[in-house]
């Protein structure tokens, strides 16, 4: 059975961190793309960070420079770390993973405020 687990979601203030993780079974981790993606309320989801097998990453322009995404195939854990959080990085974040299928976690809320 496939799992995506979020955890590591908050309140936060702004300028502050957060590191959120995402724990995986149930399929082949390593050889996914996995990635974060926010909805905040009244907007669609949208892609925030990804990072393939390799370890090549993507990032969206909001976050660039900000957030990190990283993954631990021996733990089948992705992570992003989260640095000088803003109100409009408040959302669900959801963990993606993706090949053929896409698989997705149920997603942990961050918000950010003061």
Do not use: H
Not at 19 to 31: I, K, P
Not at 84 to 95: N, Q, R
Not at 99 to 106: A, H, P, S
Request: hydrophobic share 30%; charged share 15%.
């Amino acid at each position: 059975q496939v799992q995506l687990v979020e955890s590591g979601g908050g309140l936060v203030q702004p300028g502050g961190s957060l590191r959120l993780s995402c724990a995986a079974s149930g399929f082949t981790f390593s050889s996914y793309i996995m990635g974060w993606y926010r909805q905040a309320p009244g907007k669609q989801r949208e892609l925030v960070a990804t990072i393939t097998s390799g370890g090549t990453t993507n990032y969206a322009g909001s976050v660039k420079g900000r957030f990190t995404i990283s993954r631990d195939n021996a733990k089948n854990t992705v992570y992003l770390q989260m640095n000088s959080l803003k109100p409009e990085d408040t959302a669900v974040y959801y963990c993606n993973g993706r090949r053929v299928i896409d698989y997705w976690g149920r997603g942990t809320q961050v918000t950010v405020s003061s």
